[in-house]
């Protein structure tokens, strides 16, 4: 006998999923290309609904290793559906999280998620038309902004350009299609790096430039454009651009690149006669000291002190603890928000303390 359904609730009488650390429950793994999955999640806590911007990232907590990893991982799905989310991750060689996830990650499976966060979504830069270019898996912020509109303002005018290595490497391909017939001012583009044997394909092939872009996008010079994808793709659409005389005012970018979790050598400061700060951490009952010029976070790692970390540039918001006394100067690259640093807040990775601290951690 199967188990009853549980009751079923309007939005408006459940609780919204915030920016505060959360367990998710695997519903369903999807595979979408060669190696890359989508895995959708909903609120470990029933009577929960996810509340982010088109667009925007998680980071999750990876028991890949006897020490978890965190990885963060743009929402692929659509806030205009509020009772899952889904990221689409594409295997690397040398994957340690993604590779778990692929190999491990089940339905009834649970993650501990941190977020959402992320500037990189038309609701933080509207436009009255819009132009995404991604390559590779930097199409999941574009599926998922495209999947908002859909729903919320299907009239919306958008032009889709994806490249990928293969016609099998598009990933979404089906649906995009399917967004193309439905919606009326969507225009899709792929550009092909190479065919296979054996693989049909009569759409535009090489790698993207002005030309490729014109034709696509006739207006490109009109519209606000977001760009996802490799470094190298993502600076050669910016020079395209540049150069085509477009407003770089109206131009945005996923900025956030994963890299690997080793923190950069730093040499102590200890010129003017600065001294190492104590930095003492209430939950785990231990104090050690901050040597000049590093961050709460190189101070906790020295004293065994556990803080979770993934981008470690201030953009993901994964180390951000509670600062309970002390001062620190703290340089972020927008994964903390200013009511959080009212609070007390810091993100660790890019605080460096003044003077003695405490840290709630």
């Given at each position: 006998?199967?188990?009853?359904?549980?009751?079923?609730?309007h939005?408006?009488?459940?609780?919204?999923w915030?920016?505060?650390?959360?367990?998710?429950?695997?519903?369903?793994?999807?595979?979408?290309?060669?190696?890359?999955?989508?895995?959708t999640f909903?609120?470990?806590?029933?009577?929960h609904?996810?509340?982010?911007?088109?667009?925007?990232?998680v980071?999750?907590?990876?028991?890949?290793?006897p020490?978890?990893v965190?990885?963060t991982?743009?929402?692929?799905?659509?806030p205009?559906?509020?009772?899952?989310?889904?990221?689409?991750?594409?295997?690397?060689?040398?994957?340690?999280?993604t590779?778990?996830?692929?190999?491990?990650l089940?339905?009834g499976?649970?993650?501990?998620?941190?977020?959402?966060?992320g500037?990189?979504?038309?609701?933080?830069?509207?436009?009255?038309?819009?132009?995404?270019?991604?390559?590779?898996s930097?199409?999941?912020?574009?599926?998922s902004?495209?999947?908002?509109?859909s729903?919320r303002t299907?009239?919306?005018d958008?032009?889709f350009i994806?490249?990928?290595?293969?016609?099998?490497?598009?990933?979404?391909?089906?649906?995009?299609?399917?967004?193309a017939?439905?919606?009326a001012?969507?225009?899709?583009?792929?550009?092909?790096?190479e065919i296979g044997?054996?693989?049909?394909w009569?759409?535009?092939?090489?790698?993207?430039?002005?030309?490729?872009?014109?034709?696509?996008?006739?207006?490109?010079?009109?519209?606000?454009v977001?760009c996802?994808?490799?470094?190298?793709?993502?600076?050669?659409?910016r020079?395209?651009l540049?150069?085509?005389g477009?407003?770089?005012?109206?131009?945005?970018?996923?900025?956030?690149q994963?890299?690997?979790?080793?923190?950069?050598?730093?040499?102590?400061?200890?010129?003017?006669?600065?001294?190492?700060?104590k930095?003492?951490?209430t939950?785990?009952g231990?104090?050690?000291?901050?040597e000049p010029?590093?961050?709460?976070?190189?101070?906790?790692?020295?004293?065994?002190?556990?803080?979770?970390?993934?981008?470690?540039?201030g953009?993901?918001g994964?180390?951000?603890?509670m600062?309970l006394?002390g001062?620190?100067?703290?340089?972020?690259?927008?994964?903390?928000l200013?009511?959080?640093?009212?609070?007390?807040?810091?993100?660790?990775?890019c605080?460096?303390?003044?003077?003695?601290?405490?840290?709630?951690?």
């Amino acid at each position: 006998m199967s188990a009853a359904s549980p009751a079923y609730r309007h939005v408006d009488e459940m609780r919204p999923w915030s920016d505060r650390e959360h367990r998710l429950e695997c519903v369903a793994v999807t595979p979408e290309a060669p190696d890359v999955m989508t895995f959708t999640f909903r609120p470990d806590n029933p009577g929960h609904w996810f509340r982010y911007l088109p667009g925007q990232f998680v980071t999750l907590e990876i028991p890949a290793t006897p020490e978890p990893v965190m990885r963060t991982y743009t929402l692929s799905s659509s806030p205009s559906r509020p009772y899952t989310v889904a990221v689409t991750v594409k295997a690397q060689a040398g994957s340690i999280g993604t590779r778990w996830m692929f190999d491990n990650l089940r339905p009834g499976m649970r993650l501990k998620a941190i977020g959402p966060l992320g500037d990189f979504s038309y609701a933080r830069h509207p436009g009255r038309k819009y132009l995404f270019i991604s390559a590779g898996s930097g199409i999941t912020p574009m599926m998922s902004m495209t999947r908002d509109m859909s729903d919320r303002t299907p009239d919306s005018d958008i032009t889709f350009i994806h490249c990928a290595r293969s016609p099998d490497d598009i990933i979404f391909r089906w649906e995009l299609e399917a967004r193309a017939r439905e919606m009326a001012n969507f225009t899709l583009g792929f550009i092909i790096e190479e065919i296979g044997r054996g693989q049909l394909w009569a759409g535009l092939r090489g790698r993207i430039d002005k030309a490729k872009i014109a034709l696509l996008a006739h207006d490109f010079l009109e519209r606000t454009v977001f760009c996802c994808g490799p470094e190298p793709f993502m600076a050669t659409v910016r020079d395209t651009l540049s150069g085509a005389g477009f407003d770089m005012a109206n131009y945005h970018e996923e900025a956030f690149q994963p890299r690997a979790p080793e923190l950069p050598v730093v040499v102590a400061d200890h010129s003017d006669g600065a001294k190492a700060t104590k930095v003492i951490f209430t939950m785990s009952g231990k104090t050690g000291l901050c040597e000049p010029g590093h961050t709460v976070l190189q101070a906790a790692r020295a004293s065994g002190v556990r803080i979770g970390a993934a981008c470690e540039s201030g953009l993901c918001g994964t180390c951000k603890v509670m600062k309970l006394a002390g001062d620190v100067e703290m340089e972020h690259n927008g994964g903390i928000l200013d009511e959080e640093i009212d609070e007390g807040y810091i993100l660790a990775c890019c605080s460096r303390p003044k003077g003695e601290i405490e840290i709630e951690a």
